[in-house]
């Protein structure tokens, strides 16, 4: 990571030239800056990138992913073409794990198209060798590229990336919160002059009696409408897995990762990664005004143990020398765990349906409707 990116140049120009810049627009440049934004040119993934994603720390959680997708497949009447689509697919790895899993169904296998959502030529290439022997596998830039028919489409980490707003409450109401620069010429935070005209009335009820200085971020509702009315309209559901909170209240959650450490958001633009948590009770609230079908969210560990993760990590160990079964413990120890550097209660999981499909597996207490002997990855 060098002193000063070349994004950073780029951005005090501009915001000398134009005036301060909303926070949304700051980190859509930080990730998707044509020449130098995070997403474009890297692979920010595994030990030697800046953070580890669900799939990375195990095949367990793709594959479990792919058996889930089959679940689906099979409540939506077995379609003959099934297209199943990953947002923001990392290196393939999930959608490799996903696949080797749904071999066991060979109808079901015959009848997928696998769609891979990937903006990073970076990533893409790397997608592409670990998918090397599958069939009818396509790439786009956005869910509206993907062909028409009912899928199931899979967003593992994908939406606290989507550029978030910010607004600031001050004494004279809620003002958009800035990214300028100060007195030494630095990047730093601040709010527009005037306030946003009876903003208050948008602001969910927890939000409303916030203290001057609180903070509240949202997201427009664009991605998640593409999803609820896809799946709404044309069969299939949507799975969302990410962290996040579970009721809309303030607070700032504008953060950025660096070596899998926190890091200023503001320093070295361009080469850390810059996420917010992602509000789930607005998607909700979302989906449901399009009318589809919602179900949880609920903490990624219950969702996995009601797949049946810990029954598969049991049968992996049987086959696995003492070293191996170590890892596969502590792997699934991170999937479903909590506290420090557990995933299982900060990550959430949520699915969106067409209004039809009343129950979906893993979010009842309902017991895993398959389970796959899949070989060791």
Same mark, same amino acid.
């Given at each position: 990571?060098?002193?000063?990116?070349?994004?950073?140049?780029?951005?005090?120009?501009?915001?000398?030239?134009?005036?301060?810049?909303?926070?949304?627009?700051?980190?859509?440049?930080?990730?998707?800056?044509?020449?130098? @934004?995070?997403?474009?040119?890297?692979?920010?993934?595994?030990?030697?990138?800046?953070?580890?994603?669900?799939?990375?720390?195990?095949?367990?959680?793709?594959?479990?992913?792919?058996?889930?997708?089959?679940?689906?497949?099979? =409540?939506?009447?077995?379609?003959?073409?099934?297209?199943?689509?990953?947002?923001?697919?990392?290196?393939?790895?999930?959608?490799?794990?996903?696949?080797?899993?749904?071999?066991?169904?060979? %109808?079901?296998?015959?009848?997928?198209?696998?769609?891979?959502?990937?903006?990073?030529?970076?990533?893409?290439?790397?997608?592409?060798?670990?998918?090397?022997?599958?069939?009818?596998?396509?790439?786009?830039?956005?869910? $509206?590229?993907?062909?028409? &028919?009912?899928?199931?489409?899979?967003?593992?980490?994908?939406? $606290?990336?989507?550029?978030?707003?910010?607004?600031?409450?001050?004494?004279?109401?809620?003002?958009?919160?800035?990214?300028?620069?100060?007195?030494?010429?630095?990047?730093?935070?601040?709010?527009?002059?005037?306030?946003?005209?009876?903003?208050?009335?948008?602001?969910?009820?927890?939000?409303?009696?916030?203290?001057?200085?609180?903070?509240?971020?949202?997201?427009?509702?664009?991605?998640?409408?593409?999803?609820?009315?896809?799946?709404?309209?044309?069969?299939?559901?949507?799975?969302?897995?990410?962290?996040?909170?579970?009721?809309?209240?303030?607070?700032?959650?504008?953060?950025?990762?660096?070596?899998?450490?926190?890091?200023? %958001?503001?320093?070295?633009?361009?080469?850390?990664?810059?996420?917010?948590?992602?509000?789930?009770?607005?998607?909700?609230?979302?989906?449901?005004?399009?009318? =589809?079908?919602?179900? &949880?969210?609920? %903490?990624?560990?219950?969702?996995?143990?009601?797949?049946?993760?810990?029954?598969?990590?049991?049968?992996?160990?049987?086959?696995?020398? %003492?070293?191996?079964?170590?890892?596969?413990? @502590?792997?699934?120890?991170?999937?479903?765990?909590?506290?420090?550097? @557990?995933? &299982?209660?900060?990550?959430?999981?949520?699915?969106?349906?067409?209004?039809?499909?009343?129950?979906?597996?893993?979010?009842?207490?309902?017991?895993?409707?398959?389970?796959?002997?899949?070989?060791?990855?």
């Amino acid at each position: 990571m060098t002193e000063t990116s070349p994004l950073q140049s780029e951005l005090k120009k501009l915001i000398k030239s134009s005036g301060p810049m909303p926070v949304w627009r700051y980190m859509e440049m930080c990730l998707t800056h044509p020449q130098h @934004g995070y997403y474009i040119s890297r692979d920010p993934l595994g030990r030697e990138g800046d953070f580890t994603t669900a799939p990375e720390v195990s095949q367990m959680f793709g594959e479990l992913l792919g058996l889930w997708a089959a679940s689906v497949w099979k =409540a939506i009447g077995s379609p003959p073409v099934l297209r199943l689509i990953e947002l923001g697919p990392g290196r393939g790895t999930m959608m490799a794990d996903a696949l080797r899993a749904l071999r066991v169904l060979p %109808p079901l296998y015959q009848a997928l198209s696998v769609h891979l959502v990937e903006i990073n030529p970076v990533l893409r290439e790397k997608q592409k060798a670990a998918l090397s022997g599958v069939r009818n596998v396509a790439w786009h830039d956005g869910i $509206d590229d993907v062909p028409d &028919g009912p899928a199931v489409i899979l967003a593992n980490e994908y939406f $606290d990336v989507l550029p978030v707003h910010q607004v600031v409450k001050r004494e004279t109401g809620w003002h958009e919160r800035t990214v300028e620069l100060d007195v030494n010429g630095k990047l730093a935070f601040g709010a527009a002059a005037e306030p946003m005209p009876r903003f208050e009335v948008l602001l969910p009820p927890l939000v409303r009696a916030a203290p001057v200085g609180a903070v509240f971020e949202w997201r427009p509702d664009g991605e998640i409408m593409k999803l609820a009315s896809r799946v709404r309209d044309q069969d299939g559901a949507a799975l969302i897995i990410d962290y996040g909170h579970l009721r809309s209240d303030a607070g700032d959650t504008f953060q950025a990762i660096a070596r899998h450490s926190f890091t200023d %958001p503001l320093k070295n633009p361009g080469q850390a990664d810059v996420t917010a948590h992602v509000d789930f009770q607005a998607l909700v609230r979302a989906a449901e005004d399009l009318g =589809a079908a919602v179900h &949880g969210p609920v %903490p990624q560990g219950e969702f996995l143990k009601r797949l049946g993760i810990e029954t598969r990590a049991v049968g992996l160990m049987a086959k696995a020398t %003492p070293e191996v079964s170590e890892d596969i413990a @502590g792997a699934l120890k991170r999937l479903i765990g909590g506290g420090r550097g @557990g995933m &299982g209660s900060m990550f959430k999981v949520l699915a969106v349906s067409e209004p039809r499909l009343t129950s979906l597996v893993g979010f009842n207490d309902e017991e895993p409707a398959a389970r796959a002997d899949t070989d060791d990855a």
